[in-house]
Every structure is written in C-alpha cells, then in structure tokens.
C-alpha cells in the first residue's frame, strides 16, 4: 500500500486512490456525531447560499456549518460537536459547509473511494481502507482554513499512517499535545462562545465511533455522506 499525505484543496483536487479528507476541528468530528445522533446523511457543500437554497426548498432538511468557526446566520447548528451530541437528528438530511473540511471533500473528484478523517472514528477509518486492499491512499490535511497547516489534523494524518503501515502509536498523550495548539485556543477562551471548550474533547475523544463516513451518489447532483460499519 503505498500512502501519500498532502494539503488543503490543492491536495484534495490531485488525491488518487482511496483518499481520506481530514478536519479534526471540527468539521469530520462534528459530522461523525451527526451520524450517531441518527442523521439519514449529511450533504457537503462548498457554497453557503446553495446550503440555504436547498434548505429553503427542502423544508425538512437542516443546515449546520461555519466561516471563520462561526456559524452561518440562519444555520440550524454550527460547526459544534457539543450542539449536535444533545440533538434528535434520527432519520434527517443535514447540509454542511465549512471553511476548510467541506471543501477537501468536494474537491477531491479523481479519488476512487472517498472518507472523512478524524480522531473520534480513526480505527475505524483503518480497518475499512484495509479491507480495501488498495494499492494507493491519499490523505489530505485540511488544516485551519485550508490555507495552513494545524497540529490536529497532522497528529491524525501520523496516526492514520501508522495504523494503515501496521505500526504502533500511542493515542493516549494526544489530548495533552493538542491543548497547547494554536487551533485550539478559542475552546478555552470564554468570549469564543462559538467554539465551546466541550467540543475539544467530543473532537479529540480517539475511536469514538466504530463506523466510517463515506461519500455515496457522486454522479448526482449532491453526492452525500453514508454511514459504514465496517470489520
């Protein structure tokens, strides 16, 4: 298995093989949560105004997402673990749009098979691309804001990496490396009430979940995320 890691949309836009889309902060967390709370599938886009344009014409749907990790004015959520772990989503569509993970995952059009990245489903994430047997995976670092890199999306592009190789890696000291990271100082400050300090450890809480997120329809107009078990 031959494994390549790059960055932001220009990485996604060149990703070949099976390739997975990593936002740890919060987009690919968020939506792992989104799934466990029941959600049918989530739609990722790119464009805010044709999240609202869908939601509009599509009353039972719900828009969650952020620019610059605020949420979007008339969004039902934010890009927040922390407001998604309380909420009844079972069989809903949820748009999502965010600065940096949405747009790896709409980018990425020359992937074979295409997943989201995260702490809270990573074991999961490696036992699904081995049973693939692929011959090539790409995993593509969306860092903060898609323009730079970040300490949670590359811990978890080293975590990926070593699980796919067969190679131990110690999770148990990631919670404490990343609390000191740029990314994540707005969890601990008060005034960024968008950024609440729960949604640093739902986004670092490692094999959370046991079920990967992967993107399904991609010949339709909004290809959209499913829900596998895998293994």
Same mark, same amino acid.
């Given at each position: 298995?031959?494994?390549?890691?790059?960055?932001?949309? +220009?990485?996604?836009?060149? =990703?070949? *093989?099976?390739?997975?889309?990593?936002?740890?902060?919060?987009?690919?967390?968020?939506?792992?949560?989104?799934?466990?709370?029941?959600?049918?599938?989530?739609?990722?886009?790119?464009? =805010?105004?044709?999240?609202?344009?869908?939601?509009?014409?599509?009353?039972?749907?719900?828009?969650?997402?952020?620019? #610059? +990790?605020?949420?979007?004015?008339?969004?039902?959520? *934010?890009?927040?673990?922390?407001?998604?772990? *309380?909420?009844?989503?079972?069989?809903?569509?949820?748009?999502?749009?965010?600065?940096? *993970?949405?747009?790896?995952?709409?980018?990425?059009?020359?992937? /074979?098979?295409?997943?989201?990245?995260?702490?809270?489903?990573?074991?999961?994430? $490696?036992?699904?691309?081995?049973?693939?047997?692929?011959?090539?995976?790409?995993?593509?670092?969306?860092?903060?804001? +898609?323009?730079?890199?970040?300490? #949670?999306? /590359?811990?978890?592009?080293?975590?990926?990496?070593?699980?796919?190789?067969?190679?131990?890696?110690?999770?148990?000291?990631?919670?404490?490396?990343?609390?000191?990271?740029?990314? =994540?100082?707005?969890?601990?400050?008060?005034?960024?009430?968008?950024?609440?300090?729960?949604?640093?450890?739902?986004?670092?809480?490692?094999?959370?979940?046991?079920?990967?997120?992967?993107?399904?329809?991609?010949?339709?107009?909004?290809?959209?995320?499913?829900?596998?078990? $895998? $293994?």
């Amino acid at each position: 298995m031959q494994i390549e890691v790059v960055d932001f949309v +220009a990485g996604a836009r060149r =990703a070949r *093989g099976v390739t997975i889309v990593i936002d740890v902060f919060r987009a690919f967390s968020v939506a792992c949560y989104a799934f466990d709370r029941g959600a049918e599938r989530i739609i990722p886009l790119a464009d =805010a105004e044709v999240a609202r344009s869908l939601r509009q014409s599509h009353p039972g749907w719900l828009a969650i997402g952020e620019r #610059e +990790a605020r949420k979007l004015e008339g969004f039902d959520f *934010g890009n927040s673990p922390a407001e998604i772990v *309380g909420a009844d989503l079972r069989g809903r569509t949820l748009l999502h749009t965010t600065h940096a *993970g949405t747009q790896g995952l709409v980018n990425a059009v020359e992937a /074979d098979v295409l997943l989201t990245g995260s702490l809270v489903n990573a074991g999961a994430i $490696c036992a699904y691309v081995k049973s693939l047997a692929p011959g090539f995976v790409t995993i593509v670092r969306m860092g903060e804001r +898609a323009i730079a890199r970040s300490l #949670e999306d /590359d811990l978890c592009a080293e975590l990926l990496v070593a699980r796919l190789r067969g190679e131990a890696y110690d999770v148990s000291t990631i919670r404490e490396r990343l609390r000191s990271a740029p990314s =994540a100082r707005k969890f601990f400050d008060p005034e960024a009430t968008w950024a609440p300090e729960a949604d640093f450890d739902l986004c670092t809480d490692v094999d959370r979940f046991g079920f990967v997120l992967r993107l399904a329809g991609r010949g339709e107009a909004y290809p959209y995320l499913e829900q596998v078990h $895998c $293994c």
